[in-house]
C-alpha cells in the first residue's frame, strides 16, 4: 500500500488546540453560517421559487386568453406548429421537474440526516444509522419536525410526476362522417330509397340532403383508389377527412344506394351507427361488413380483405370519392392540473425554507462531517472496534440485544478472526444463526468491489425493477407496431410521426366510458413518470453509497483534510453532499432526458368531435384518449439499457484496499474515529486512517492527524488495554452522553 512519508515532527499547534475545541465548535459569525449547509438548501428553495415564479407567469398569461371549463386554448390551428410548441413547453415542464426534483432531493437528504445527539442515543441502543445518504432508516430518530417536512416534501412530489406534463396537451379534431355504398347510376341522379336496412340492425333513416349534396358536388370530392380509400378511412379518428362514397360495379335495379353508414366516428369505444362483436374496429367497421346469405337473409360478418379484392357487404368496391378537410389541432393548458401543481410548487418552497429556517442542530450530511464528530468527541459506545466493518452493526437485530454481546467486547485481527471473536461467535450461535462478528472479515486488506458497499437487497431491487420495466417497455413497444392502424413500420415514417406528436395512427384504443373521462386517461399517462422517479431516486442511492465508499478508502492512502458542510480550520468546504458533481450533474441531466423522452412517449391527447353540416347545427364531444410515439420509445430503450449497464460496470471498480468496508454505517465510521491521547486538532487538520503507535501487543487504527502505520497482518487491535491509552475523552463523552448535554450538535 502507497503511503505518505512517516514524518517524525510534532504536529504543529494550531490556534484550535485547546481543550474547549474537543467538546465544542468555536463560534461562527453569521457570514459563515451562511456559507454552511444551509447555502444548498437555499439555493434549492431559490430552484423551486423560480420553477413556482414560472408556473404562475404561465398561468396568468394564459388566463388573458380565457378559460372555458377549465380549460385555455394557447394556439388553434395547424397540426405541425401545435407540435412543434407541444414539443417545446413539455421540454420546458421537463427541465423545470428535474430541477424540482433534484432540489427536494438534496432538501429531503439533509432532513434525514442525522445529529450527533440522535446518533448518540441511537448508538446507546445498539442501532446504527445512516450518513451521507437519503435514508429511511433515519426517520425513526430524527425530530418530529423535521419528519414532517420530509414527508411534505415526499408526498407533494407524487401529485407533480402525475399531472404536470398533462397541465399542456394537445387536442386533435375529428369529425362523423356518412359512408354510402352506391352504384355507378347513383352519380347520374339515380333515385335512392330513404330508410336502409340490414339484419342485426335497426333501419336508419338516410340523410337524403347529404347525399344530394355529395352528388351535386361530387367534382369537388377527391377520387381515391382502393388502397388510399382503406388507407385514409381506416382510422378511428380522421381530422382531415368527411363524408365518403365508395362506388360499386354492382346493380340494384331498386336501387342506387347499396349501403348506407352514418354517424362513423372512433371515439370512448363506440360507434354512433352501429357495434360489431368484440375485437371490431367499431369506427370503420363499414369497410370490413360483408353480407353471407343465409336461408334468404343477411347475417353480417366482419372480415377485412385485400384492396384488390375489397368488397362491403359483398358488393365489389372500385373506388371511392371523399370529402377532404382541414385538419385542425389545438394547444390546450388546463388550469385545474396547473393549481395543482403550483400548490405542490409551493408547499415544496415553502418546506425548503423552514428546513434553513432557526435549525436547532447541525446535521451530519458528509462523510466529512461524520468523521469531523467522532474524532471530535469519540463514540465510547464503538470503542475496542477499529477494525469492524458495516456488516458488524447492521447484523443487529432488536430482539437480540439483551442476549448479545455489547459492541465494544470483541478484539479484533488485522487479517484475521481472533479467538476472543470467535469465542463472542460460538455463544451468539446459541442466540441465533447470525451473529454480529459472523461478517467480520477474515482480511481487510482484500479489496472490495464498489458493489460490496451497499447492501444485496438494494441492488436486486434497482436492477430487477429496471429491468422489469425496460422488459414491459419492449412489450408494449411491439404491442404499438402491430397496431393495425400504423400504416408502416419502417424508421423512416416513425420518425416522420415525431416525438409526442398527435396523429390517427398512434391512438391508444381504450373502450369503456371510463377511460374517456379526463383524470384516469391523466394517471394512465402519467404513471411512467412516477415509476421513473422512483428509479432515479434508488440508481441514485447506490452511486451515492458506492462514491462514498470511495472516499472513504481514499483515507487510508492520502493524508487530507476533512470535506465538511461547516468547515473550521483547514477543513474544505462543499456544496454537494455526498455524490459528486462530476456524477451528480449528469445523472440529474440524464433522468431529465428520460423525463422529457417518456412524456413524448405516452401522452393525454383530447379529441374533439366536431359535426358542423349545414342542416346539423354545430355539435362537439370532447374526449380523453392517450396517445403515443414510437420513435421516443424507441430512444428510451436504449438510453435505459445504457444506464443500467453504467450501473453495473461501475459496481464492480475496485475500492482502495486497507480500511474495514464501512459503507454509510454511523457506527463503523464511529469505530474508526478514536483518535490517539493529545490529538486534539485531529477534526480540523489532514487526517490519515491507519496503525498509531503505542505501547503494548495490541495495536490500535484510527483516523489521526499523527504519524501512522499500514496495519500488520495478524497483529490484533484494539482491545480495552490499548485503548486505556486513548484519549480520556471518551469517558467524558460518555458522561456528557448520558446526561444529554449534546455538545457535538450544538451550532
Avoid at 368496391?317 to 377532404?324: A, V
Avoid at 436547532?360 to 469492524?388: E, H, K, R, W, Y
Avoid at 467480520?440 to 436492477?463: A, F, G, N, P
Amino acid at each position: 500500500m502507497d503511503r505518505p512519508p512517516i514524518s517524525n515532527k510534532t504536529p504543529k499547534v494550531t490556534k484550535y488546540s485547546s481543550t474547549k475545541y474537543s467538546s465544542l465548535y468555536p463560534p461562527q459569525s453569521r457570514w459563515q453560517r451562511l456559507q454552511s449547509w444551509r447555502v444548498g438548501i437555499a439555493l434549492c428553495a431559490m430552484t423551486s421559487g423560480l420553477t413556482l415564479f414560472v408556473n404562475l407567469a404561465l398561468t396568468i398569461w394564459v388566463s388573458t386568453k380565457g378559460f372555458e371549463g377549465g380549460i385555455a386554448t394557447v394556439q388553434k390551428g395547424d397540426c405541425n406548429m401545435t407540435k412543434k410548441l407541444d414539443l417545446w413547453l413539455h421540454l420546458g415542464i421537463n427541465l423545470l421537474s428535474t430541477l424540482l426534483l433534484g432540489a427536494s432531493n438534496y432538501t429531503m437528504q439533509c432532513l434525514s440526516a442525522v445529529t450527533g445527539d440522535e446518533i448518540d442515543k441511537a448508538h446507546q441502543q445498539r442501532i446504527s444509522l445512516d450518513i451521507g445518504t437519503l435514508s429511511l432508516r433515519n426517520l425513526r430518530r430524527i425530530s418530529w419536525r423535521r419528519v414532517i417536512l420530509w414527508w411534505l416534501l415526499a408526498l407533494s412530489s407524487i401529485p407533480l410526476h402525475f399531472m404536470y406534463n398533462s397541465a399542456v396537451f394537445s387536442t386533435l379534431s375529428t369529425h362523423p362522417y356518412t359512408a354510402a355504398v352506391v352504384s355507378h347510376d347513383f352519380l347520374t341522379g339515380a333515385s335512392f330509397d330513404q330508410s336502409w336496412t340490414a339484419n342485426g340492425f335497426s333501419t336508419y333513416k338516410v340523410d337524403a340532403q347529404r347525399l344530394t349534396a355529395l352528388r351535386d358536388n361530387q367534382s369537388e370530392l377527391q377520387n381515391l383508389s382502393n388502397d388510399e380509400c382503406l388507407k385514409a378511412y381506416h382510422h378511428e379518428l380522421l381530422p382531415d377527412r368527411l363524408d365518403v362514397l365508395a362506388i360499386s360495379s354492382a346493380l340494384n335495379t331498386n336501387t342506387s344506394l347499396l349501403g348506407y353508414f352514418p354517424d362513423n366516428v372512433g371515439y370512448g369505444g363506440h360507434s354512433s351507427s352501429m357495434s360489431l362483436e368484440p375485437g371490431a374496429p367499431v369506427s370503420y367497421a363499414w369497410t370490413c361488413i360483408q353480407a353471407i346469405p343465409e336461408s334468404g337473409s343477411y347475417d353480417l360478418q366482419y372480415r377485412c380483405a385485400s384492396p384488390v379484392h375489397w368488397t362491403v357487404l359483398d358488393f365489389p368496391i372500385e373506388y371511392c370519392l371523399s370529402q377532404s378537410a382541414e385538419s385542425s389541432c389545438k394547444l390546450q393548458f388546463s388550469l385545474v392540473i396547473m393549481v395543482i401543481v403550483i400548490s405542490c410548487n409551493f408547499s415544496k418552497t415553502f418546506c425548503m425554507i423552514l428546513t434553513i429556517w432557526k435549525p436547532s442542530s447541525v446535521p451530519l450530511l458528509t462523510l466529512g462531517d461524520a468523521i469531523a464528530s467522532f474524532l471530535d468527541q469519540p463514540d465510547p459506545n464503538t470503542v475496542n472496534n477499529c477494525l469492524a466493518g458495516k456488516h458488524r452493526f447492521r447484523k443487529v437485530k432488536y430482539a437480540c440485544f439483551n442476549t448479545l454481546p455489547s459492541w465494544n467486547s470483541v478484539v479484533s485481527g488485522y487479517g484475521q478472526i481472533s479467538n476472543a471473536a470467535n469465542d463472542a461467535l460460538i455463544d451468539r450461535n446459541q442466540v441465533r444463526k447470525a451473529g454480529w462478528d459472523k461478517e467480520i472479515r477474515t482480511s481487510i486488506s482484500e479489496q472490495h468491489r464498489w458493489y460490496q458497499t451497499t447492501s444485496l437487497k438494494r441492488w436486486l431491487l434497482c436492477i430487477s425493477l429496471c429491468t422489469f420495466t425496460l422488459v414491459i417497455v419492449g412489450i408494449l413497444l411491439k404491442q404499438g407496431l402491430d397496431n393495425v392502424h400504423l400504416e408502416d413500420t419502417r424508421m423512416s415514417h416513425l420518425w416522420s410521426l415525431g416525438y409526442g406528436g398527435v396523429n390517427p395512427q398512434t391512438i391508444i384504443s381504450l373502450y369503456g366510458s371510463f377511460w374517456g373521462t379526463l383524470i384516469p386517461v391523466i394517471l394512465l399517462a402519467n404513471l411512467p413518470q412516477v415509476i421513473l422517479s422512483f428509479l432515479y431516486l434508488t440508481y441514485n442511492s447506490l452511486f451515492t453509497s458506492m462514491l462514498l465508499a470511495e472516499e472513504w478508502s481514499g483515507f487510508a492512502h492520502q493524508r487530507k483534510t476533512l470535506r465538511v458542510t461547516c468547515p473550521v480550520g483547514k477543513q474544505r468546504s462543499t456544496y454537494w453532499l455526498q455524490l459528486p458533481y462530476i456524477y451528480g450533474i449528469p445523472l440529474l441531466v440524464m433522468s431529465g432526458i428520460l423525463h422529457w423522452l417518456v412524456s413524448q412517449s405516452i401522452f393525454l391527447v383530447r379529441v374533439a368531435v366536431e359535426d358542423n353540416f349545414v342542416g346539423h347545427g354545430w355539435r362537439e364531444e370532447i374526449v380523453s384518449k392517450c396517445g403515443y410515439s414510437p420513435i421516443a420509445i424507441i430512444t428510451v430503450i436504449p438510453l435505459g439499457v445504457l444506464l443500467l449497464l453504467v450501473l453495473v460496470v461501475n459496481g464492480f471498480r475496485k475500492c482502495k484496499e486497507g480500511m474495514p468496508l464501512a459503507g454509510s454505517c454511523s457506527a463503523a465510521i464511529s469505530a474508526a474515529c478514536h483518535r490517539p491521547k493529545g490529538d486534539l486538532d485531529a477534526a480540523v487538520l489532514p487526517v490519515l486512517w491507519g496503525a498509531v503507535s503505542i505501547e503494548g501487543r495490541i495495536g490500535h487504527c484510527c483516523f489521526t492527524s499523527f504519524d501512522v502505520s499500514t496495519p500488520v497482518k495478524g497483529k490484533p487491535y484494539a482491545d480495552r488495554d490499548a485503548m486505556a491509552s486513548i484519549d480520556s475523552s471518551v469517558a467524558t463523552r460518555a458522561d456528557s452522553a448520558q446526561a444529554g448535554s449534546g455538545l457535538r450538535s450544538k451550532t
